[in-house]
Nanobody, 121 residues
């Protein structure tokens, strides 16, 4: 059994910063790609940033230069440092991890429950 849990959401003024954390735990054999997505209710989920097992990162154009994704192999934690936040960054942010468990020896996607980010003055 695997759990993926986000933390660090909240309300911030435009230009402010927040740091999101995502922790994966349980019967994990290996984690491949980890990523942050965001979604406004009623719309599709957008990939914001992604990081591979060897540390390669990618970002959606709208957050380049403002957001930084990173991860620690132990204890299977990923972070998203968000600077210079804008009102349009307001959304629910979800952590995704592509995980191979000790039971199923193939990779599957696991999602956290989401954390709300609100950027408002």
């Amino acid at each position: 059994q695997v759990q993926v849990v986000e933390s660090g959401g909240g309300v911030v003024q435009p230009g402010g910063s927040l740091r999101l954390s995502c922790a994966a735990s349980g019967t994990i054999n290996a984690i491949n790609v980890m990523g942050w997505y965001r979604q406004t209710p009623g719309t599709g989920r957008e990939l914001v940033a992604q990081i591979t097992a060897n540390g390669r990162t990618s970002y959606v154009d709208s957050v380049k230069g403002r957001f930084t994704i990173s991860r620690d192999s132990a204890p299977n934690t990923m972070f998203l440092q968000m600077n210079s936040l804008k009102a349009e960054d307001t959304d629910i942010y979800y952590c995704n991890a592509r995980i191979m468990t000790t039971v199923h020896l193939d990779y599957n996607d696991y999602w956290g429950g989401g954390t709300q980010i609100t950027v408002s003055s």
